[in-house]
Nanobody, 122 residues
Framework: QVQLVESGGGLVQAGASLRISCLAS??????MGWFRQAPGKERLFVAG????????RYADSVKGRFTISRDNAKNTMDLEMISLKPEDTAVYYC?????????????????WGQGTQVTVSS
């Protein structure tokens, strides 16, 4: 089992930066990712990273603005977000899978955190 806890969400203005983090406990996860869900909308892929960090993937909507990273020694994964837009407002979820490969789809992940709210005001 893998337990995931997100932190670092908050309210920021458009154009600001924010870093959110995910702490994993229990078994060491393989591939990890971030998803987000806006009110009334489906949960969408944001970014993914392989266990080795050699493979990182991003949704087109965040490419060039968001950076995913992880520290396996600390069992943490971060999402650095710059140039935030109001449309980035959502609950951000950390996800993990035992396969070491990065993945883009929510059905490929077995473990989920409770989510952290990110709100970007215009």
């Amino acid at each position: 089992q893998v337990q995931l806890v997100e932190s670092g969400g908050g309210l920021v203005q458009a154009g600001a930066s924010l870093r959110i983090s995910c702490l994993a406990s229990g078994r060491t996860p393989g591939g990890m990712g971030w998803f987000r869900q806006a009110p009334g909308k489906e949960r969408l892929f944001v970014a993914g990273i392989s266990w080795s960090s050699s493979d990182t993937r991003y949704a087109d909507s965040v490419k060039g603005r968001f950076t995913i990273s992880r520290d396996n020694a600390k069992n943490t994964m971060d999402l650095e977000m710059i140039s935030l837009k109001p449309e980035d407002t959502a609950v951000y979820y950390c996800a993990a899978r035992m396969s070491p490969v990065a993945a883009n789809h929510d059905y490929e992940y077995s473990y989920w955190g409770q989510g952290t709210q990110v709100t970007v005001s215009s």
